[in-house]
């Protein structure tokens, strides 16, 4: 084989295994906690953090006038928050650095927050309306976190 040859198939193999590495990280699933860390409990989500990477996702029981309110910081990344009834997509904030509103519900049902975020830096909170307190919070991809159902 040339030298030509064997530069080609060389560089071919770094730039694959380059490329394949960006990937692993650019889509690894990665929490680094700030200082409060990440916490659901039955009145709320937060979730401060140095470095976020993922998805977090839970369920909640809500009856049509509830509402929840969001306030986030992102210093550096790309977030989004979705709100779902079932498959439908019902309410979305999306590319924030700051943002402060709420969502109210328009029928009774189990809801799914799904909290996304690109190499991110900074925090998002997410307070229950205190009506649903003793209403339940299931199906969590969180972890083990805070104190679920308190």
Not at 63 to 77: R, T
Request: some cysteine.
């Amino acid at each position: 084989m040339n030298t030509k040859k064997t530069a080609i198939i060389i560089s071919g193999a770094i730039l694959a295994a380059g490329t394949g590495g960006f990937l692993y990280w650019d889509n690894a699933y990665n929490f680094t906690s700030g200082a409060r860390g990440r916490t659901l409990s039955s009145d709320y989500y937060m979730s401060e953090f140095e470095r976020f990477n993922g998805t977090d996702s839970f369920e909640l029981e809500m009856e049509k006038g509830e509402k929840l309110d969001f306030d986030c910081h992102i210093d550096k990344g790309w977030s989004e928050i979705e709100v779902l009834d079932g498959n439908e997509s019902v309410f979305k904030l999306s590319g924030m650095d700051d943002a402060d509103t709420d969502y109210t519900v328009q029928e009774n049902g189990d809801y799914t927050l799904k909290v996304k975020a690109k190499h991110a830096r900074g925090y998002i909170f997410i307070h229950f309306d205190e009506d649903r307190k003793d209403k339940n919070i299931y199906n969590s991809s969180i972890g083990n976190i805070g104190d679920i159902n308190d």
